[in-house]
């Protein structure tokens, strides 16, 4: 690697990307896990909850789905049931 110090900036660099990223990932998942609290808190007697947040980890699918990856929601739905 001595011999190529433009790929050693290159695997800093993406290091240090991947750092930011994994933070932004973490963040995103405490930020869905305490709303998915909240919501099952709040909805999981009432009607308008019922299959989306009757307990926790069913909240936090339902949020990550529909406000995250709202567009392929049906894609990664019939992914997951097909396997």
Do not use: W
Not at 50 to 73: R, S
């Amino acid at each position: 690697l001595r011999f190529m110090p433009e790929l050693m900036v290159l695997i800093k660099g993406m290091a240090m990307a991947m750092r930011s990223v994994a933070s932004t990932l973490c963040l995103l998942l405490i930020i869905i896990y305490v709303f998915a609290i909240f919501f099952t808190e709040l909805l999981s007697e009432a009607p308008v909850g019922k299959g989306c947040f009757e307990n926790v980890p069913q909240a936090m699918n339902c949020l990550l789905l529909d406000g995250v990856f709202a567009d392929q929601a049906q894609f990664i739905t019939s992914l997951l049931a097909e396997h």
